[in-house]
T-cell receptor, first 113, second 114 residues
Framework: RKEVEQDPGPFNVPEGATVAFNCTYSNSASQSFFWYRQDCRKEPKLLMSVYSSGNEDGRFTAQLNRASQYISLLIRDSKLSDSATYLCVVNTDSGGSNYKLTFGKGTLLTVNP | EADIYQTPRYLVIGTGKKITLECSQTMGHDKMYWYQQDPGMELHLIHYSYGVNSTEKGDLSSESTVSRIRTEHFPLTLESARPSHTSQYLC?????????????FGQGTRLTVV
């Protein structure tokens, strides 16, 4: 089982749609969680951290379920500018208080007019 | 805005040449990473470092080598470039207290070996 698995995508949605991305992680020692966004031919950039209580930033909502080892990202009222690849990222203790970031493969979202 | 820099941004070089891709960060981050990414494909971790004099190989086997002599600097070297090394190389850093550090990426180096 891969350390971080995401919906394979791609997702094609109309403007204004609500879209949800799912991600599972295999290591129960994982400590922190993030969603990144990567535009075509650009570097990944942090979209939001994911907290145990869930968190919201405008149209974006992130949820974490530690028992199920599952992370989600919900985008409401999607815009053309939301078109990008969304990466699930997990920070895991690899021993000796050293933490390693593991990226999922990413899910491509295309929002159509 | 992240303070992590990669040079060069673009490099076209002949087969057999030795190359070094530079990566520097001014955030005092202890952890640094090198990823390789082909267009439209996933990120592959090729090297990482937890601090000075610490380097580890990543999940994807790579013929490149790295060094971490200073906290802020994490160069990647290819002794003899080949066309199969053509790719984008992304450097990242993260700071962590209690393991909660997100990664910041440089803008990447697009390497083409001809």
């Amino acid at each position: 089982r891969k350390e971080v698995e995401q919906d394979p995508g791609p997702f094609n949605v109309p403007e204004g749609a609500t879209v949800a991305f799912n991600c599972t992680y295999s290591n129960s020692a994982s400590q922190s969680f993030f969603w990144y966004r990567q535009d075509c031919r650009k570097e990944p950039k942090l979209l939001m951290s994911v907290y145990s209580s869930g968190n919201e930033d405008g149209r974006f909502t992130a949820q974490l379920n530690r028992a199920s080892q599952y992370i989600s990202l919900l985008i409401r009222d999607s815009k053309l500018s939301d078109s990008a690849t969304y990466l699930c990222v997990v920070n895991t203790d690899s021993g000796g208080s050293n933490y390693k970031l593991t990226f999922g493969k990413g899910t491509l979202l295309t929002v159509n007019p | 805005e992240a303070d992590i820099y990669q040079t060069p941004r673009y490099l076209v070089i002949g087969t057999g040449k030795k190359i070094t891709l530079e990566c520097s960060q001014t955030m005092g981050h202890d952890k640094m990473y090198w990823y390789q990414q082909d267009p439209g494909m996933e990120l592959h971790l090729i090297h990482y470092s937890y601090g000075v004099n610490s380097t580890e190989k990543g999940d994807l086997s790579s013929e490149s080598t790295v060094s971490r002599i200073r906290t802020e600097h994490f160069p990647l070297t290819l002794e003899s470039a080949r066309p199969s090394h053509t790719s984008q190389y992304l450097c990242a850093s993260s700071g962590s207290i209690m393991g909660l550090g997100e990664a910041f990426f440089g803008q990447g180096t697009r390497l083409t070996v001809v």
